[in-house]
C-alpha cells in the first residue's frame, strides 16, 4: 500500500502547482488514506503528512532510546535535538489533517526509511558504543528518505508545506553530514 502512495505521490507532485487537487479514484477512509475532499492543501501536501508523521515519530522514539543507551554525548545532544524539532513538526503536520478532514496513516505498511522491529529491538538491547552505531546507522537512512519525501513537496501552492519541506530537507541534510562525521570516529 505504501508503495502505491509513494507513486501516486510522485505522480501527483507536478500537479500540485496547478490548483488544490481532490481525491477522487477511491476511499481509502478505512486506510487512514485520503477521502474526497478540497481544501487548503493539495491531496499530494495531504499524502505527505500521513507518510511524515510516522516517520518522525520513530526518529523521535529512536532518539528518546538514545537518551538511556547512547554512550556518545554527541549522539545524546543529537536525539535531544531531533526530538526537540520533529515533535511540533508532527503538531503542524496533525494540523493540516485535521483541518482537510483526514486521518493519519500510522506505522503499518511504511518502509521508507523506517527501521524494522528487528531494527528496534537491536537497538532497544543495545547499549555504549554498540547502541550508537545502530544508532547513526538507522538514523541516516531514517534521515535520508525523509529528505527524499520532502524534496517531492517542494513544489507545493502551499507556503506553509513548502517552507516545511524546505526546513526538513536543509536540517536533516546537515544531520546526516554530522552523523557521519561521528560515525568515522567511532569506527
Partial sequence: MFRKALLVLIFMTPLAGC??????DANHSEHGMMDENISAYSSND???AQMMIPHHQQAIELSSLAAT???????????????????????????????AGQAEMGMHGMEMGMLSDEEMSALEKASGKEFDLLFLTGMIKHH???????????????????N???????????????MKQIQTTLN
Fill in 164 to 178: 516545511l519541506a524546505k526546513s526538513i530537507v536543509s536540517t536533516q541534510k546537515l544531520e546526516i553530514v554530522l
Fill in 144 to 162: 535520508q528518505s525523509a529528505v527524499q519525501m520532502a524534496d517531492s513537496i517542494l513544489t507545493s501552492s502551499n507556503e506553509e508545506v513548502r
Fill in 69 to 99: 543507551r547512547a554512550s556518545n554525548s554527541q549522539i545524546k545532544e543529537l536525539a535531544a535535538k531531533i526530538k526537540a524539532e520533529q515533535a511540533p513538526e508532527i503538531t503542524q503536520m496533525q494540523g493540516w489533517l485535521e483541518a
Fill in 19 to 24: 490548483g488544490l487537487v481532490g481525491v477522487t
Fill in 46 to 48: 495531504l499524502m505527505f
